[in-house]
């Protein structure tokens, strides 16, 4: 097949998306409704349009829109002559020879026991995803933009509590939570395939232990929420990073990478962390000659550009409002102290690994490693790794933005990646008990963190009955408009709750009164719900069973 065939379909796509954006700066508002109430009754796409052809936002909305084409025009420029469709071929081969290159040389106990792990790992992923309680996030992701569907998913952005690519991929599969699960266990198989390539089978078992049963690789395994498209990305990323390096931004690696952290930050924000770690640690390399800072440059170019393709006309339908004025990131910013950081990182640390504070030294000690390879060995993949576990601290400050623990489940990943790396130096060198014993601690580490996962997952139950609340009252309220909050909202009222007045301050009232704990994740803890609202939720017949059945 000749790949250069594709540039044509390739264009047409970047062309008639270009089109739809012209003429959204162009045409009237008045005509897209109309058109709006033709091919939508109700629902979140019918608040899309009403919210989107707003006459007071016309100018912002053209300006957008206007820009978003001319990223997609650069886009299809750059496609239509690229040189990349001649080597596509041999590189697609090349990949998909990879496993069965591994495979060949693996003996076969460790191909048993790879493929005996990799099922045991799926399966007790997706009887926590059938088993488990569903979060409010996870109900409000499905019912205000999953269940929509994929094109609602990916325009309709009323702020950051939507992750659209993920939900729009969500939309294609039955269920709500299968696709984590399907990308919990590429992950896991990705990562190994390829460090077992490169390291010794302790190091390599090391690292794939850790990176399948450390406590937001399991969480975002069967949660479905963005962070788990997040972290697969992430990993993806980081291995394709090493690749540019070893063979030139002329390689397939470079494009796979290009498309992780553009589709990463499509489904999440938050993206931006590891995203800038990487190109710090290209910028690096660059410094040790390993690199042309040209390319850096150019390479930074296309990811902007990406990710500027959709977010343009995303904020161009939805407002830029939706990023600079949302109350989580306000909240944030006005939180944000040097004691409320050092907060923040202890909190990061206690969520990421489950454990206390005497996990800090553990991740010190791999940072310091990996330090010692970059200063002494100029290994340019502990360079990689290294910033990726620095580059957090040096951000929050600078924003000035406090961040929710959740926005860094990338830092396993790193610790993981590192760890197997010393394992490998420590086999190298001859201390092959060190290494052994090093695997055996881990295993212990994640048997303990798997036993304990089922019950972390169920002792902060009081989300669960939020989500399940809100999710039977959206069921039964006929107006579109009503959104998790408002039909929370609508929940208490029946249940005569005080402190909620009006229906159109429903979210203020909420955020303000003691029913805050139901939507608002506390630092530390999932949910810390009082009396009261214990009494309240009670009251309501369907979940009384609940509570005992998963108590």
């Known amino acids: 097949m000749k790949f250069t065939a594709l540039r044509l379909p390739v264009a047409l796509v970047c062309g008639f998306i270009v089109l739809a954006l012209v ?32 006459p007071e936002r016309r100018e912002e909305r053209c300006i957008l829109a206007l820009l978003g084409a001319g990223c997609w025009m650069a886009l299809g420029l750059l496609a239509w002559r690229s040189s990349l469709w001649k080597r596509l071929p041999l590189a697609i081969v090349a990949a998909v020879r990879l496993p069965g290159r591994l495979w060949k040389r693996l003996p076969w106990w460790e191909r048993c026991l790879f493929l005996t792990g990799l099922a045991l790992l799926v399966l007790v992923r997706g009887y926590w995803a059938v088993s488990t309680p569903i979060t409010y996030d996870e109900a409000y992701s499905y019912l205000n933009f999953t269940r929509q569907g994929p094109l609602v998913s990916l325009l309709y952005y009323p702020g950051t509590n939507n992750h659209p690519l993920f939900n729009a991929l969500n939309a294609l599969l039955p269920g709500i939570r299968w696709l984590p699960v399907l990308l919990g266990g590429m992950l896991v198989s990705v990562a190994y395939v390829w460090l077992r390539l490169r390291w010794h089978a302790v190091a390599a078992w090391g690292a794939s232990l ?289 402190g909620l007045q009006q229906p159109q301050q429903s979210w203020e009232a909420v955020r303000h009164t003691q029913a805050r704990y139901v939507l608002a994740h506390a630092r530390g803890d999932s949910l810390r719900l009082i009396p009261a609202v214990y009494q309240l939720i009670d009251s309501i017949p369907p979940l009384q069973v609940y509570r005992k059945e998963i108590r």
């Open 210 to 498: 850790l990176l399948a049963l450390t406590y937001p690789l399991l969480l975002y395994g069967i949660h479905a929420r963005g962070y788990a498209l997040m972290l697969f990305c992430s990993l993806l990323g980081f291995l394709c990073w090493d690749g540019v390096v070893r063979k030139g931004w002329h390689s397939l690696s470079h494009v796979v990478f290009a498309g992780c952290m553009v589709a990463g930050t499509w489904a999440l924000p938050s993206m931006v962390f590891p995203l800038a770690g990487c190109y710090a640690a290209w910028l690096a390399a660059a410094f040790y000659g390993r690199l042309s800072l040209r390319g850096v440059w150019q390479s930074a170019g296309l990811v902007t550009l990406g990710i500027c393709a959709y977010y343009l006309p995303l904020l161009a339908l939805n407002g830029t409002q939706a990023f600079s004025q949302t109350g989580t990131l306000q909240d944030m910013r006005h939180a944000f102290s040097l004691p409320a950081f050092v907060q923040l990182v202890l909190d990061t640390f206690r969520w990421c690994w489950q454990a206390g504070v005497w996990i800090i030294p553990f991740y010190l000690a791999v940072l310091g490693f990996l330090a010692w390879r970059v200063a002494f060995r100029k290994d340019t993949w502990a360079l990689l790794l290294f910033l990726q576990g620095m580059v957090w601290w040096m951000w929050v400050p600078l924003t000035g933005v406090l961040q929710f623990e959740r926005t860094f489940c990338y830092l396993p990943l790193v610790f993981a990646l590192g760890v197997g790396l010393a394992l490998q130096e420590a086999w190298h060198k001859g201390a092959r008990t060190a290494a052994w014993l090093g695997l055996l601690v881990i295993g212990g580490y994640v048997v303990w963190q798997s036993t304990r996962f089922e019950s972390v997952l169920r002792k902060d139950y009081a989300e669960a009955y939020a989500a399940r609340a809100f999710m039977q009252e959206y069921a039964a309220v006929s107006t579109p408009q009503v959104f998790a909050s408002d039909a929370f909202y609508h929940n208490l009222k029946l249940a005569g709750y005080p």
């Open 23 to 54: 003429l959204l700066a162009a045409l009237p508002a008045g005509w897209w409704l109309q058109l709006g109430e033709q091919l939508f009754a109700g629902g979140t796409a019918h608040i899309l349009l009403q919210q989107a052809f707003a």
